[in-house]
């Protein structure tokens, strides 16, 4: 199923079923905005990425939405899989700070 | 691989020891960071590096002491730890500020 909401330290989806993890932004000035995911052991891997004149964005499997109204960036991940299960970081970069802002990180675990 | 190395991939140190951690790009990019990642938290810039200048350093204690000899590596002296200086320690490399970052896959320090 999906979860929609404010942000959550960890999230607990069924295989194949989608996934939605939430961030909200600090600044409004942030016109880069990007998804990064963390396995154990690992760095932070890039994802997909939007620029903030765009409200949307595909990639395979993943789509990142961007509202600036509400300064609140989501990603789905389509028909979640095991090898989703990792830490999913959103990140925010702007112009006047030149500096990749680390959201919470959302824990996401997929049961088979 | 995703084209940053760091080493070494863990390290155990004393708090009256000096070690050095490095990192390695050669996706030829003008900007290098250092993170620091612990535990529940978000990730933590602590340095940046761009065409080899130092352009930002985040109110980190003088016993962390970054160095860039070129735009391929950087290295993070450290001495005198402490036990709270525990972390994973990430290395980053950007074309540019208002781009995304690599990754390395970062040090796991234990200060003992």
């Known amino acids: 199923g999906e979860s929609v909401g404010l942000h959550l330290p960890t999230l607990s989806v069924q295989e194949g079923d989608n996934s939605i993890i939430n961030c909200a932004y600090s600044?409004?000035?942030?016109?880069?905005f990007i998804w990064y995911k963390q396995e154990s052991g690992k760095g932070p891997q890039f994802i997909i990425d939007?620029?903030?004149?765009?409200d949307k964005r595909q990639g395979q499997r993943v789509t990142v939405l961007l509202n600036k109204t509400v300064k609140h960036l989501s990603l789905q991940i389509a028909a979640t899989q095991p090898g989703d299960s990792a830490v999913y970081f959103c990140a925010e970069n702007s112009l006047d700070t030149g500096k990749l802002i680390f959201g919470q990180g959302t824990t996401l675990q997929v049961k088979p | 691989e995703t084209g940053v190395t760091q080493t070494p991939r863990h390290l155990v140190m004393g708090m009256t020891n000096k070690k050095s951690l490095k990192c390695e790009q050669h996706?030829?990019?003008?900007?290098m960071y250092w993170y620091k990642q612990s535990a529940k938290k978000p990730l933590e810039l602590m340095f940046v590096y761009s065409l080899e200048e130092r352009v930002e350093n985040n109110s980190v204690p003088s016993r962390f002491s970054p160095e860039c000899p070129n735009s391929s590596h950087l290295f993070l002296h450290l001495h005198t730890l402490q036990p709270e200086d525990s972390a994973l320690y990430l290395c980053?490399?950007?074309?540019?500020?208002?781009?995304?970052?690599?990754f390395g896959s970062g040090t796991r320090l234990t200060v003992v």
């Open positions: 600044n409004s000035a942030s016109d880069y």
């Open positions: 996706l030829g990019h003008n900007a």
């Open positions: 939007i620029r903030s004149n765009m």
């Open positions: 980053a490399s950007s074309q540019t500020a208002n781009y995304g970052y690599t």
